[in-house]
């Protein structure tokens, strides 16, 4: 056996040191030093020395390019957070025209992480083709085509996976929300029968969130309602979430930005992002695809940009991107600063040319103050949804488990506390910088989609564009839970749901108007 064969098998069994050993031999005494040190960087990212890893596998790069080795040091890139240069050698990778499967799909994954969820589906669909029966594969070719409004090629992937693997609790879930459900055509029987096979928390979580989705599809709104109480109870215990957590980080911003320091340094001149900005299912997609669709305006996604600047430049240790001492060490930072560290982080998903982009990730809200100095001509728009469906949206929808902007999502009263403190957040924002940020109601958006529509392009800069109506027919891709709704005209399907739950979401409805939150 070669060394690079016994480097390889090393690796795979997870024998790291061993793995090294040869690499590091092939690295120094062999013609085939680009492997040798390619694999002496797969084993450092094995072990979770992803910094250390990159500079090997440059090393081998620098030796004579190749399309796996390019592909790993995009995805590692990714990792680290440079997205500019792990775009770079993805493409660099994709134009090699690599044989192998695994190289094909991480250049997949790396350009669906950089939100290019259309290129992603052609390495994608290249390494199923390679290795048909691997099923993370193919599940990545399924996203990638709900993503990009191939909904049926999507549909008979998941199904391809399901025939091999019937308990495939991500596949049931997102089989669940890629379109709508009926009483006629649905799949909660054979959910409930891998429920009931469900060895793991996290594979029980998200066949519950599924059966709890399709359940109120059809008009069970008990049921749905006892699925997802179950699976988030379990989930907040699981995490030990306590909303003193997020309480802290809204403390922190209140406390930077409440008083009136006076004037500012001078932020940076440019005009343009625009951030449509609100609590998660309260029409941000809808906006960004109206926006969107504008001839002047390209999607750029949910991007980091804003939270990885701001942690960037503070200095602090901690390993969270947002906590009270980053948000206090900000304070420090030049504004202008923030703005051209954010424009090039956001500089590397923009892909059209167009002169306008939105930013569309949701707890930007947090970061309004930071916006309004670093970026004085940037545009913000935050969209308000009735409190109680807010909540319920928030509720029965599983965002990412694992991150922790989300983590007040698994209790009905914490979710409620949570949107009481950006209610307070925003009356804050409005008080310190007034009209800078247009609050758009979803309701009326629903009620009156012209009007809304002509208010939100003159708020932002824009010439009236009549697409902008017809935003539903905008082929860009869409990687939120709200994909398929905004497929469809505007409608007001979503209008009054947690209605269907009245008796359950009392307490919130109570304590909300307690806390003097209009609820109606």
Request: glycine share 2%; hydrophobic share 50%; charged share 30%.
């Given at each position: 056996m070669t060394l690079e064969a016994q480097a390889?098998?090393?690796?795979?069994?997870?024998?790291?040191?061993?793995?090294?050993?040869?690499?590091?031999?092939?690295?120094?005494?062999?013609?085939e030093r680009s492997a040798g040190f390619f694999l002496l960087g797969m084993a450092a990212a094995e072990a979770g020395q992803v910094a250390k890893a990159v500079p090997l596998i440059e090393a081998a790069v620098e030796r004579g390019p190749q399309a796996e080795h390019l592909a790993q040091l995009a995805r590692l890139l990714i990792l680290l957070r440079r997205d500019g240069e792990a775009a770079e050698a993805a493409r660099e990778a994709l134009a090699l025209s690599p044989t192998d499967a695994l190289t094909l799909d991480t250049i997949g994954c790396v350009l669906a992480r950089l939100g290019d969820h259309e290129a992603s589906v052609v390495p994608f669909a290249a390494a199923v083709a390679i290795e048909p029966g691997n099923p993370d594969f193919r599940y990545n070719l399924a996203a990638a085509s709900g993503f990009t409004g191939r909904v049926d090629e999507a549909r008979a992937h998941y199904e391809a996976i399901l025939a091999r693997d019937p308990g495939n609790a991500r596949v049931h879930y997102a089989l669940a929300i890629l379109s709508r459900q009926t009483a006629q055509s649905n799949h909660v029987p054979r959910l409930q029968a891998a429920l009931a096979n469900a060895g793991k928390p996290e594979e029980a979580l998200r066949i519950r969130y599924a059966l709890a989705k399709e359940l109120e599809d059809i008009g069970s709104a008990d049921d749905a309602f006892h699925h997802l109480s179950v699976?988030?109870?379990?989930?907040?215990?699981?995490?030990?979430?306590d909303f003193a957590q997020d309480a802290a980080i809204f403390d922190a911003i209140e406390t930077l930005f409440a008083a009136d320091e006076g004037e500012a340094a001078a932020g940076l001149t440019a005009e343009a992002p625009i951030f449509v900005v609100g609590m998660p299912r309260t029409g941000t997609t809808l906006v960004d695809r109206i926006l969107s669709s504008h001839r002047d305006v390209e999607a750029a996604g949910e991007l980091q940009a804003m939270p990885l600047a701001v942690k960037q430049l503070s200095g602090t240790p901690s390993r969270t991107v947002i906590d009270p001492a980053t948000i206090a060490a900000s304070a420090g930072i030049e504004p202008a600063a923030i703005g051209e560290a954010y424009l090039a982080r956001a500089g590397h998903h923009r892909r059209s040319g167009k002169t306008r982009f939105t930013d569309k990730l949701p707890a930007n809200f947090l970061y309004i103050g930071h916006i309004a100095r670093a970026l004085p001509d940037a545009r913000i728009v935050c969209l308000r949804r009735n409190p109680m469906d807010t909540v319920w949206s928030n509720y029965k929808n599983l965002f990412a488990s694992q991150s922790a902007y989300y983590a007040y999502s698994y209790d009905l009263m914490d979710t409620a506390r949570y949107y009481a403190r950006f209610d307070r957040l925003m009356a804050l924002w409005e008080s310190r910088w007034p009209g800078r940020v247009l609050q758009v109601s979803y309701e009326a958006l629903v009620a009156d989609q012209e009007a809304q529509t002509r208010r939100l392009l003159a708020h932002c800069g824009l010439a009236w564009d009549e697409a902008c109506l017809s935003f539903h027919e905008n082929r860009a891709a869409v990687a939120t839970p709200s994909a398929a709704q905004v497929r469809r005209p505007i409608n007001a399907d979503g209008i009054g749901k947690w209605r269907s739950h009245e008796v359950a979401l009392e307490p919130v409805r109570a304590w909300l108007q307690g806390q003097g939150v209009a609820v109606e």
């Open positions: 390889r098998a090393a690796l795979k069994r997870g024998d790291l040191s061993a793995a090294a050993a040869a690499a590091r031999t092939l690295a120094l005494d062999s013609p699976a988030n109870d379990a989930h907040k215990r699981a995490i030990r979430y």
